[in-house]
């Protein structure tokens, strides 16, 4: 009976074990079908190649290009000692050094880890000859992001990055994922939908170790757009090369279309280091580096004009019949209201001055005068009349508006009345008002002619579209055609004329026009400004130079104009 | 020799379903171990075979000669086998973190399953002597020195499965002698009291099993790799199976140790529910045959020789099924008959030959 026991129990767990066979291969069967299927198939990421971003003429200022990089596959690498022992007298990077490129790119068995980028191409075939020596070792290619102008481009090009958590789950529904670059500033940011492609993706059968058995489907990568902005390659170098390192911007823009020749803002940044992992201090250093190299001054900085503002101020006057072309104001070095002293630059004196005289000599003192009479809310009409105070709309993420100040703003954020004095420095330049170098080149582009505000703008072509981008929308402003013409030929006498500020920029086949300016700020020298046009009789061009904390304007920022002005002549666009 | 009416009295059932499990096994070793036979050039099923072919031939000779030999002689061979044991302590060869094997002249043997069957003839002599009427706890005493001295050898290995299954044989053995309830009790809960004791004494690897197999996602590329796999493999077999050969899991490499212990996987996988149902059907009928026979005998030796023997291929069975389905934990016992494995295999056959032996040697009615 004994013996019947030890049957029940041990027909009693066979029972059992066929219940749960029961219940696992037919009740959860299919469930578990479906994880075999999962386990022998894996979907391999093809990266879809980005868009290359060409200049007007052709020259890629951004292109994706083939490169190989060396990657250790965790699964396959059997003994990584042993691998790394092998790999350093190939590549010629320390045992120790692979080592810890491998600890710090690990992620999962089964994703390569990138060892080296870039490879020269005799390395590549090098290494692909030896990979028998090398299991878990490959060479594979990677399409990158190269930036072949580099720094030269940085502002107005930006660079990529990977996305952020928070704007991943914004942009899933946009086929973004955890792994894709984007653009993260400048034209990439701007046109990444159109430049970023559609990946695609290798389904496999692999084995327990990943190796793969065969392929099982194939969607092909496809290739971001391409899309023609309307910068200068050739002048984005040149122009920055004149600015030398220091803080200012340079910008160029055709006066009709506003389509921007060069859009260059310094200290500037390599956006190819942000695609290559081993130039991570490279980007810390960026980042904390107090001459803010990130920062794009051409579109971003607010800043004041100075100087250069006189030419609204003197337009807006002649307009409204404020002053005449032969109205003059004596000059004897500074001004007085009340009890306060306004200087003009030059303490002797420019003497007795007229309209034109007084932008020639950008006497302050003729327009502390105008000022006056125009009051804050000519002042004002003026500025905003010619866009300041609103962006410009150029297609560059995150451009700044600027500042026009008036009695209101004035009570709300600085807490003080508007005073006369206040009135006095709007008039040239100073005070609250703030604008771009951007809005200041556009406001003399409007001069050059006669009334064109234009949207500037980069993009021109879109590959696969018939019809070109020449998405700028202008203002036709209606302005005072003899009030006009006497503000040009002020601007025309600044460069020509012996006595004139702007002496530095005169060419001599080309009539230019322009305005120097030197915006007096608080806290340190002042910035320095060169904004004009040419040719002066029927302008094409409009440009600025700005020099943060530059000093005199007709001096630094005239020298940098003036050799920018040479170029563009050499180069057929004057 | 065995006499005519003997050889009439051969429990053909039993000898039919221990034989087709054997079949069905080297089929299912024949897939298991296709890629790595293709990639290697290293026969398992050659090798199985003639395991199989000496195990044969070795129940045969069990067969024909009056089991009551082996008991004369099983005193001696379970010192012998206690030497061997203690071999493989001192100078056995380690795999895995275990010292199980001996290896002899080229080839590796595995004491511990040899141990087993001594055991249970040493058990069996020594109980079969002692009818359960009197000095019972004295003769209780004795059986459990006889299985705990080889079970505390194995667990130092270690080999924890093994040593469980020693103590199934000698509970199910005392069970059938006759052990009074009060002292199953007493040698129940000392053994429940010894678990936690265990742990102490277990290796890493046996706890993190023994923790994976509470939660196999612990470690899912580790320790509960295998389960996991293993489940899926059988899971995935559904109704109909894969086909032979047709496993994903099994030729694509997703299943470890399939060849040996978890060949009960390849069968659900390429076999379906049909498959498994079938080879448990057929493990049924053995033991169910095993049981008749020694219900039949009147030999006390023979019916405690059959409980062990049946024991443990039940204890076996049961334990690997349960591992490869994920519901007890893996350590690490082959499946009777089907696991690849020469010291196992032959064990299991020798088995066969003295339940037959057993069997042709009953009084027929």
């Known amino acids: 009976m004994r013996l019947r026991i030890l049957q029940r129990i041990i027909f009693g767990g066979l029972i059992l074990l066929w219940i749960g066979l029961f219940v696992a291969q037919v009740l959860q069967g299919r469930q578990y079908r479906e994880q075999s299927e999962k386990n022998r198939t894996r979907l391999i990421h093809l990266p879809a190649a980005r868009g290359t971003i060409l200049d007007r003429n052709g020259v890629p200022l951004a292109e994706d290009r083939i490169t190989f990089e060396l990657a250790a596959l965790p699964q396959e690498l059997t003994d990584p000692e042993q691998a790394w022992a092998a790999l350093s007298p190939i590549v010629g990077i320390s045992s120790e050094e692979l080592a810890k490129r491998y600890r710090k790119g690990f992620q999962a068995k089964f994703s390569p880890v990138t060892l080296m980028r870039d490879l020269p191409r005799d390395l590549a075939f090098r290494l692909e000859e030896e990979r028998e020596r090398l299991p878990g070792v490959l060479v594979r290619p990677v399409p990158e992001r190269n930036y072949p102008l580099g720094p030269a481009v940085g502002a107005a090009v930006g660079y990529l990055g990977l996305i952020a958590p928070e704007e991943l789950t914004q942009l899933k529904p946009y086929g973004y994922t955890f792994r894709d670059r984007m653009g993260k500033d400048g034209l990439e940011q701007q046109y990444d939908s159109l430049l970023r492609g559609r990946d695609g993706g290798l389904h496999v059968e692999v084995n327990a170790q990943g190796r793969l058995v065969q392929q099982l489907g194939f969607l092909p990568p496809q290739r971001g757009r391409r899309i023609r902005v309307s910068l200068d390659a050739h002048l984005q170098e040149i122009a920055y090369q004149l600015l030398r390192g220091s803080r200012g911007a340079v910008m160029v823009m055709e006066v009709r279309t506003g389509e921007v020749l060069c859009l260059v803002s310094s200290p500037s940044f390599d956006p190819n280091a942000f695609m290559d992992s081993n130039r991570q201090s490279e980007i810390r250093s960026l980042l904390r580096n107090l001459d803010r190299p990130m920062f794009n001054r051409a579109i971003r900085a607010m800043v004041p004009p100075g100087s250069i503002f006189k030419a609204a101020t003197a337009y807006q006057a002649l307009k409204t019949g404020k002053i005449s072309p032969a109205t003059t104001f004596e000059c004897r070095g500074e001004f007085h209201l009340g009890r306060a002293v306004f200087k003009c630059w030059d303490a002797e004196g420019h003497g007795p001055q007229n309209v034109v005289q007084g932008l020639q000599h950008s006497c302050n003192v003729f327009f502390y005068n105008t000022g006056r009479r125009l009051g804050v809310t000519g002042i004002g009409e003026a500025a905003r009349l010619f866009g300041l105070g609103r962006s410009t709309g150029i297609d560059l993420p995150r451009e700044a508006k600027g500042l026009v100040p008036d009695p209101e703003w004035m009570r709300k954020s600085a807490h003080h009345d508007w005073q006369e004095g206040d009135t006095i420095s709007f008039g040239i330049g100073q005070s609250a008002l703030q604008t771009t170098p951007l809005q200041m080149m556009r406001l003399f582009g409007a001069i050059a002619t006669e009334g064109t505000l234009v949207q500037p703008h980069l993009l021109i072509a879109v590959e696969g579209e018939t019809a070109p981008r020449r998405q700028g929308q202008a203002l036709q402003l209606e302005l005072n055609k003899a009030a006009l013409a006497t503000v040009k030929e002020g601007l025309e006498q600044v460069v020509n004329s012996d006595t004139g500020t702007g002496r530095l920029a005169r060419m001599p086949n080309v009539r230019v026009a322009g305005k120097t300016g030197t915006a007096q700020v608080p806290n340190g020298a002042p910035h320095a400004w060169f904004c004009g046009y040419a040719p002066a009789e029927s302008p094409r061009l409009s440009f600025v130079v700005f020099l943060e904390h530059g000093g005199k304007g007709g001096l630094y920022a005239g020298r940098i104009a003036g050799g920018l002005l040479a170029h563009l002549k050499e180069m057929g666009y004057l | ?365």
Not at chain 2, 43 to 68: E, N, P
Not at chain 2, 338 to 355: F, K
Request: charged content about 10%.
């Open chain 2, 1 to 365: 020799m065995l006499s005519r009416r003997q050889i009439q009295g051969l429990d053909r059932l039993f000898l039919f379903s221990t034989l087709l499990l054997l079949g069905i096994g080297l089929l299912a070793l024949y897939s298991a171990a296709f890629q790595k036979t293709q990639m290697t050039g290293i026969s398992f099923l050659h090798r199985q075979l003639v395991w199989a072919a000496l195990g044969c031939g070795l129940a045969i000779l069990l067969v024909v000669v009056d089991y009551h030999l082996w008991l004369e002689w099983s005193y001696p061979l379970y010192v012998l086998t206690l030497l061997l044991l203690g071999l493989v302590l001192v100078m056995g060869t380690v795999r895995g973190g275990a010292q199980r094997w001996l290896s002899v002249g080229g080839m590796t043997i595995q004491p511990s399953e040899f141990a087993k069957l001594a055991t249970i003839l040493a058990v069996a002599r020594y109980l079969g002597n002692r009818p359960p009427i009197s000095n019972r706890w004295s003769s209780v005493l004795g059986a459990c020195i006889l299985i705990g001295i080889p079970m505390a050898m194995i667990l130092k290995q270690p080999n924890l499965g093994t040593a469980c299954v020693f103590g199934f044989i000698g509970l199910a053995m005392l069970l059938v002698w006759g052990i009074p309830l009060r002292a199953l009790v007493i040698v129940l809960s000392i053994a429940l009291i010894s678990i936690p004791l265990l742990w102490c004494f277990l290796e890493d690897y046996q706890r993190s099993r023994l923790m994976v197999f509470l939660n196999p996602n612990l470690d899912p590329l580790g320790a509960g790799y295998t389960v996991i796999q293993s489940r899926i493999a059988m899971g995935s077999g559904q109704f109909w199976g894969k086909g032979w050969l047709a496993g994903t899991q099994n030729q694509l490499n997703f299943l470890p140790e399939r060849h040996t212990d978890f060949i009960f996987s390849v069968v659900g996988e390429e076999w379906g529910i049909l498959g498994t149902t079938l080879c448990m059907t057929l493990f049924f009928l053995s033991f169910h045959r095993g049981f008749i026979i020694a219900t039949q005998t009147r030999d006390p030796f023979g019916r405690l020789l059959i409980v062990g023997l049946i024991t443990m291929l039940a204890a076996h069975t049961l334990v690997n099924m349960g591992m490869v389905m994920g519901m007890m934990p893996v350590v690490g016992l082959p499946l009777p008959f089907m696991s690849y494995g020469g010291s196992w295999l032959m064990t299991c056959l020798v088995a066969v030959g003295i339940i037959l032996s057993v069997g042709v040697r009953r009084p027929v009615f």
